[in-house]
């Protein structure tokens, strides 16, 4: 389960203490169970609120993935001379041995 965000959190506060005060000034009740059944109400009430607040949009991950991804792409495409001396991740700097491998393949397969 997520942890509650800041506005969950003082939107979810503020419901009780404003709803809870609400209903006891407007019910003028003296009772302990009448207050107990107000201050449940309002509980419950100021859950739904904070459970109810839209979540932060996931701009940041998107945006990542999508800069991430065009990375990739374009160490795919930057020839092996121009990637000597620069750190590449383990899929990318086994791509220039695999072409020289697959050309040495082709010129075998025309020698016969």
């Given at each position: 389960?997520?942890?509650?965000?800041?506005?969950?959190?003082?939107?979810?506060?503020?419901?009780?203490?404003?709803?809870?005060?609400?209903?006891?000034?407007?019910?003028?009740?003296?009772?302990?169970?009448?207050?107990?059944?107000?201050?449940?109400?309002?509980?419950?009430l100021g859950l739904l609120v904070a459970v109810t607040v839209?979540?932060?949009?996931?701009?940041?991950?998107?945006?990542?993935?999508?800069?991430?991804?065009?990375?990739?792409?374009?160490?795919?495409?930057?020839?092996?001379?121009?990637?000597?001396?620069?750190?590449?991740?383990?899929?990318?700097s086994r791509i220039p041995a695999a072409r020289a491998a697959?050309?040495?393949?082709?010129?075998h397969s025309l020698r016969r």
């Amino acid at each position: 389960m997520p942890r509650p965000t800041a506005a969950q959190l003082s939107y979810g506060s503020v419901t009780v203490v404003f709803s809870t005060l609400a209903m006891l000034l407007l019910s003028r009740t003296e009772s302990g169970i009448g207050i107990a059944v107000i201050g449940t109400a309002a509980l419950a009430l100021g859950l739904l609120v904070a459970v109810t607040v839209p979540l932060p949009a996931r701009r940041k991950t998107a945006q990542a993935a999508r800069t991430g991804a065009a990375v990739s792409a374009h160490r795919a495409t930057v020839p092996a001379a121009e990637t000597e001396g620069r750190a590449l991740d383990p899929v990318q700097s086994r791509i220039p041995a695999a072409r020289a491998a697959s050309q040495r393949v082709g010129e075998h397969s025309l020698r016969r």
